[in-house]
């Protein structure tokens, strides 16, 4: 991912892995450093994961200060950038992070509008 531009926890950014661009939502998390407690819990590392009987946990997800998910994806249409949003997510924002978001998507339209003049 390549953040484009993030305000509080609301990013634009490219993904590399959904080959769109999308408005991220970050959160902290809280498993974030809490890899040894697991093991000490029982789980047993193997690789890159942790493991119990049933299932398992990427080492990955204790060493990220923050998460996140897909608020919105901006498609390219033959009329321009739309906007699709995940269910009612932004809806769900408080009115901070929608104030943030309201920031971020109008910031976003305009670089994408302004790299179809560069084409």
Do not use: C
Not at 65 to 75: G, M, P, S, T
Not at 99 to 113: K, T, W
């Amino acid at each position: 991912m390549k953040i484009i531009k993030r305000i509080d926890n609301i990013a634009f950014e490219w993904s590399d892995l959904n080959q769109k661009y999308q408005i991220i939502q970050y959160y902290p998390n809280e498993y974030y450093g809490e890899l040894e407690t697991y093991i000490k819990n029982g789980y047993k590392q193997e690789g890159d994961v942790l493991t119990k009987p049933g299932h398992s946990i990427a080492i990955s997800f204790f060493t990220k200060k923050e998460l996140n998910y897909v608020i919105a994806f901006l498609d390219k249409t033959s009329d321009g950038w739309e906007m699709r949003t995940v269910g009612a997510r932004p809806f769900n924002l408080l009115e901070d992070q929608f104030d943030a978001f309201r920031r971020v998507s109008r910031f976003a339209f305009g670089y994408l509008e302004d790299l179809e003049d560069e084409d």
